[in-house]
């Protein structure tokens, strides 16, 4: 299934720190919270110590009300991408979810260039989670400051 522009929203960010710093960091589902600029993602479960290609981790949500998430690494190149898939856990993920997150990551003159990706295109409910393009694409631009932070103080 290929994705249109419309099933991708994208943000970029030229972070001063290595990649190797910025992939650690992303790499490592226990601090997902920390770099979370939605404020939805509570903590990780069932989750490796650093993620690698078909790893899966869980992830505690709040959005109004609690509830999980399943995630699989579907792009792993090391300190340059990494994506995972999300999906509902069990049966429900069979219903809902399918969304990707993807983060590359590109040396450049004064640091990294950082690309976050949403992107929808296998998404299973796509018409309900296409209204909130605007407030993910904040939240994205959130994200990408947190890691700046992080990796730089």
Same mark, same amino acid.
């Given at each position: 299934?290929?994705? =249109? !522009?419309?099933?991708?929203?994208?943000?970029? #960010?030229?972070?001063?720190?290595?990649?190797? @710093?910025?992939?650690?960091?992303?790499?490592?589902? +226990? /601090?997902?919270?920390?770099?979370? %600029?939605? %404020?939805?993602? /509570?903590?990780?479960?069932?989750?490796?110590?650093?993620?690698?290609?078909? !790893?899966?981790?869980?992830?505690?949500?709040?959005?109004?009300?609690? &509830?999980?998430?399943?995630?699989?690494?579907?792009?792993?190149?090391?300190?340059?991408?990494?994506?995972?898939?999300?999906? %509902?856990? *069990?049966?429900? *993920?069979?219903?809902? %979810? *399918?969304?990707?997150?993807? &983060?590359?990551?590109?040396?450049?003159?004064? *640091?990294?260039?950082?690309?976050?990706?949403?992107?929808?295109?296998?998404? #299973?409910?796509? !018409?309900?989670? +296409?209204?909130? /393009?605007? @407030?993910? #694409? =904040?939240?994205?631009?959130?994200?990408?400051? /947190?890691? $700046? $932070?992080?990796?730089?103080?």
């Amino acid at each position: 299934m290929s994705a =249109t !522009a419309s099933d991708v929203e994208t943000v970029e #960010r030229v972070i001063p720190a290595p990649p190797e @710093k910025i992939f650690d960091l992303l790499a490592d589902p +226990r /601090r997902h919270r920390d770099i979370d %600029g939605s %404020g939805t993602v /509570r903590e990780a479960t069932n989750a490796p110590e650093r993620l690698s290609l078909g !790893a899966t981790f869980g992830m505690s949500m709040k959005l109004g009300i609690p &509830y999980s998430m399943t995630s699989t690494v579907i792009e792993f190149d090391e300190n340059r991408r990494i994506a995972w898939q999300t999906r %509902g856990p *069990g049966k429900i *993920g069979k219903k809902f %979810g *399918g969304r990707i997150w993807r &983060y590359e990551l590109e040396p450049v003159d004064g *640091g990294t260039q950082v690309r976050e990706s949403w992107d929808i295109s296998q998404e #299973r409910t796509k !018409a309900m989670v +296409r209204s909130a /393009r605007k @407030k993910t #694409r =904040t939240s994205m631009e959130q994200t990408l400051a /947190r890691i $700046e $932070e992080l990796v730089t103080s």
